[in-house]
């Protein structure tokens, strides 16, 4: 053995055989193909045959394979992969499975991806973060459905580097032309959907044959093994070292007051004490003070690396701003095109309030009934209403704020972003930015001189959104209008919506469907956040049926400026009230979706005020109210 082995390094000098781990780069791929392509048993092969697997996983993988493997005395190792035996049974894996392998030249993260058709999901999320994509082809079948949807996701994601693997050579007798034949293919439809080059490798993951040795039974093949391209290929980071410098702000060290830096990663570029740098959005410029890292500071640091940056001048800048290249900063705007990939059961709302992330920016944003949908499988371009599971269209988002970003094709890390639903905290869409939309590009936000603030303090109180919510006649206009002519009595400047004032004019065009009372209680949170703007107290009384609206209107203003008061009216006592005769109507079925009925309500879990109106009365409400409000008052004061 020579001493150059890892296993002679591990037994001499384990701290040198650490040393070499530690500097070796790293590269990130994934696999797409589907079970019967061999795709397990690829990776299963690569984990032995660059000896990284431990020694007693390995007895464990020969006594599984003996007992339920599918290769005879041989070793399965598809066993290696398939880790859980609910999915070995399915015969499918459902998860990404991220994997840890290495050789003397590199170290690898494997991301595994299900072939499995409803899973474009998972491979979106492994695909995500990787720098080289094996697509699995069995050379018996050649190009299917299935390797044009998971070469177009992985270029979709912005993978540049693409194997083709041309699996189970064995099975056609390592035939050249038949080769040549899947590649001239595969090569035709890579060209219509973008992909400008790819390395095919003609391989068998189950007898090894090109995978970690050059197999002698294809001399015609004079390319790399499969492991000796994936040791050699080029990784990004050189390109993303060669792009404008960029540093999202992920937070602001201030330990003390003669210190303060702005932390994070860099996700490009290049920077250096000196530089000239603007701090996006606020266009704001200045120069690189020090850089300072674990150790001291550093007279240079380049893309991937964490540091903390000290500016020449006292500037604006906060979490999920952007420290850019003066000279080529990215782009800031709050509407803008993208590809969404729909990852949740739910479908799309369109118009819904959902948190949009991207790197370390959080802001509500809306989503707009797609442009248009994509067959995976075909790539054609589909009209559609909405974005399903495992759905992928082009949409356009509006932000309620400017977001720092740039199109994903120049870069991952201000490009790509997730949505989040507001009521479950789930992650229900990734999505890729193309552009920004240019009318947003042409609105500039006015700077202005009589601010918010110097609204409300001419008024001499502080803006509130008294938001009362409640089933049709449960009482909710009755006890907003006794609260605002107690408010008017007191001096307090207020102002009610209701449905008089809106339904019949701002929002006469909406109906009563689920996307036409969305849309209603977004435009009404918008009017309410304006008047709040201008220092009032507005209270509005609409049934607002939906969670996620009325926390989104939450979110919209600042801490405790939102009150929720929920009027809690059983449907039983508010029938039988049944004010306007709705209720025997919607009964009768001559109302579509009424609320309580035939449309839902959704309760809220800790309003701020709850009213009982089976045990408390309109006027005691209203006082009540109305002391909770002055009674905040007196602690701002
Ligand atoms: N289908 C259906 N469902 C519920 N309500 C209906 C419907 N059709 C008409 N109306 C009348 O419209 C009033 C509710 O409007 P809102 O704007 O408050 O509704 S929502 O917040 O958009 O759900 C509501 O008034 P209130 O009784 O004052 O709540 C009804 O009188
Ligand atoms: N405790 C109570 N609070 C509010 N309204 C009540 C109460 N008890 C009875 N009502 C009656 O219920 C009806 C509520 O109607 P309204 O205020 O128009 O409801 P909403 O605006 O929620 O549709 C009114 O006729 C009101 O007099």
Redesign the pocket.
């Known amino acids: 053995m020579s001493a150059y082995t890892p296993e002679a390094l591990i037994a001499s000098d384990i701290d040198a055989y650490l040393d070499t781990h530690a500097n070796k780069s790293m590269l990130r791929f994934i696999t797409c193909g589907s079970v019967d392509d061999g795709k397990s048993t690829l990776i299963g092969r690569l984990l032995y045959d660059s000896k990284t697997i431990f020694e007693d996983q390995l007895a464990a993988l020969e006594a599984d394979s003996r007992r339920v493997g599918t290769q005879g005395q041989n070793i399965d190792f598809a066993l290696l992969v398939d880790g859980l035996a609910a999915e070995r049974e399915q015969g499918i894996t459902i998860d990404v499975a991220y994997r840890f392998f290495s050789t003397e030249k590199r170290k690898f993260i494997v991301a595994d991806t299900p072939g499995h058709e409803q899973y474009t999901r998972n491979m979106v999320t492994g695909a995500s973060t990787a720098d080289l994509a094996v697509i699995l082809i069995d050379a018996r079948k050649g190009v299917l459905t299935q390797t044009r949807r998971h070469s177009y996701l992985a270029h979709l994601v912005g993978i540049r580097e693409i194997v083709l693997a041309v699996n189970k050579m064995d099975l056609v007798g390592h035939d050249e032309a038949r080769f040549d034949a899947i590649v001239a293919d595969y090569r035709a439809f890579a060209a219509s959907i973008g992909i400008d080059r790819f390395t095919a490798i003609p391989l068998s993951g189950l007898t090894g044959e090109n995978v970690a040795t050059q197999a002698t039974t294809m001399p015609w093949y004079t390319g790399l093994p499969l492991l000796a391209h994936l040791e050699t290929v080029p990784i990004d980071v050189d390109a993303r070292q060669a792009q404008p410098f960029r540093l999202p702000v992920q937070w602001v060290n201030r330990p003390d007051l003669d210190f303060r830096g702005f932390a994070g990663m860099i996700a490009s570029g290049t920077v250096r004490p000196g530089d000239s740098v603007r701090v996006v959005p606020s266009g704001k410029t200045t120069t690189v003070a020090r850089i300072v890292a674990l150790g001291g500071d550093l007279t240079e640091a380049v893309a991937g690396q964490s540091v903390t940056i000290v500016l020449a001048d006292e500037v604006d800048c906060s979490r999920g701003d952007v420290i850019a290249a003066a000279d080529a900063p990215p782009e800031a705007a709050d509407q803008f095109l993208a590809t969404i990939v729909w990852m949740s059961d739910t479908p799309l709302v369109p118009g819904r309030g959902y948190q949009l992330k991207l790197g370390t920016q959080v802001v509500g944003a809306t989503v707009q009934p797609p442009r248009h949908i994509v067959d995976v499988n075909t790539q054609a371009e589909l009209s559609a209403s909405t974005l399903a599971l495992n759905d992928i269209g082009v949409a356009e988002v509006y932000a309620d704020r400017a977001i720092v970003f740039e199109p994903y094709a120049d870069g991952a890390d201000l490009g790509g972003f997730i949505l989040i639903d507001r009521a479950t905290n789930a992650t229900v869409a990734a999505g890729m930015i193309g552009s920004a939309l240019r009318r947003a590009q042409n609105v500039h936000w006015q700077s202005i001189d009589v601010t918010r603030e110097a609204h409300a303090a001419q008024k001499g109180q502080s803006p509130r959104i008294l938001w009362f919510t409640g ?3 449960s009482g ?2 009755t006890i907003a209008n006794l609260v605002e002519k107690k408010l008017f009595a007191l001096g307090r400047h207020s102002f009610l919506l ?2 008089d004032n ?2 019949h004019g701002l ?1 006469r065009d909406l109906d ?1 469907t689920e996307a ?2 969305i849309e ?2 977004r435009r009404i949170g918008e009017v309410a956040r304006l008047m709040a703007d201008a220092g009032l107290i507005v209270l509005t ?5 939906f969670r996620a609206e009325r926390d989104m209107v939450r979110s919209m203003v600042a801490p405790g400026e939102f009150v929720e008061i929920f009027v809690d009216t059983p449907l039983a006592s508010a029938e039988a009230r049944d ?2 005769g ?1 209720y025997a109507k ?1 009964r009768a079925g001559e ?5 309580g009925i035939s ?1 839902p309500y959704e309760a809220p879990q800790s309003p701020d005020i709850r009213i009982d109106t089976t045990r408390e009365s309109p006027e005691a409400a209203a006082e009540r109210i109305v002391e909770h409000v002055i009674g905040v008052w007196s602690y701002d004061l």
Not at 541 to 545: K, R, T, Y
Not at 591 to 595: E, L, M, Q, R, V
């Open positions: 089933l049709s006649g909710k206009s209701d449905g809106i339904r929002n009563f036409g009372r209603n209680i009384a609409f049934i607002s049926p004010v306007k709705l919607a109302i579509a979706d009424f609320t449309s």
